[in-house]
């Protein structure tokens, strides 16, 4: 079974450009999450959906993020403009249910000069 | 509110010798809890998780976790560490309800083996 993909895997931009993150999850999962981790912190939730239709994204910095998850399959995350301390790896999960195990991908590196 | 703390930053063990990393967590209902693993620039891997029942829940890789109720702990331990278990630890707990929910996690242990 194909686990979570995502990409790019490392990014490296200037402070004011925007930067484009993509997930694709496990076939079938309903429930899909973007999480932030910064550097020597655990994840912190930025959005969920269920299929297409968002959750949760009280932690989702509106001014600058933005995610969308067309035909509840792929999602995109979307920083603009970055700022230095958007310097984080961005990690993908997807779960089968609204309950239980996450399924995470190997993250997406974002550096912010 | 919900909040989970890994009260070691970082662990150094011997190979051979026993583990115990420590969780706390802060939830209001029966918990949901987890312990997640992630090497380096790798994504997180489920070690093993405690939903209800049994107190003792093993994972993978040779790892069990006991969840006390009384001390709010899902302390995560290992009798044997191998070189290949240096990584990040993550506790985290479950918050969930009818519409959705989330994992709350720790800022993590780090675990360095000694050969």
């Known amino acids: 079974e194909a686990g979570v993909a995502q990409s790019p895997r490392y990014k490296i931009i200037e402070k004011r450009q925007s930067v484009a993150f993509w997930c694709n999850p496990i076939?079938?999962?309903?429930?899909l999450y973007w999480y932030q981790q910064i550097l020597g912190q655990g994840p912190k939730l930025l959005i969920q959906?269920?299929?297409?239709?968002?959750?949760?994204d009280s932690q989702l910095p509106k001014d600058r993020f933005s995610a969308e998850r067309l035909k509840g399959v792929d999602s995109t995350l979307k920083i603009q403009p970055a700022k230095l301390e958007d310097s984080a790896v961005y990690l993908c999960?997807?779960?089968?249910?609204?309950?239980?195990?996450?399924?995470f991908g190997e993250g997406s590196r974002l550096t912010v000069l | 509110a919900q909040s989970v703390t890994q009260p070691d930053i970082h662990i150094t063990v011997s190979e051979g010798a026993s583990l115990e990393l420590r969780c706390n967590y802060s939830?209001?209902?029966?918990?949901?809890l987890f312990w997640y693993v992630q090497s380096p620039g790798q994504g997180l891997q489920l070690l093993l998780k405690?939903?209800?029942?049994?107190?003792l829940v093993q994972g993978i890789k040779g790892f069990e976790a006991e969840f006390k109720r009384s001390q709010s702990s899902f302390n995560l331990r290992k009798p044997s560490v191998h070189w290949s278990d240096a990584a990040e630890y993550f506790c985290?707990?479950?918050?969930?309800?009818?519409?959705?929910?989330?994992?709350?996690f720790g800022q993590g242990t780090e675990l360095s083996v000694k050969p």
């Open positions: 999960a997807s779960s089968p249910t609204l309950a239980g195990e996450l399924f």
């Open positions: 076939s079938g999962h309903a429930t």
């Open positions: 959906f269920q299929n297409n239709g968002v959750v949760d």
């Open positions: 939830y209001g209902a029966t918990p949901y």
């Open positions: 405690y939903f209800s029942g049994d107190t």
């Open positions: 985290a707990v479950g918050a969930f309800y009818n519409q959705g929910g989330k994992l709350i």
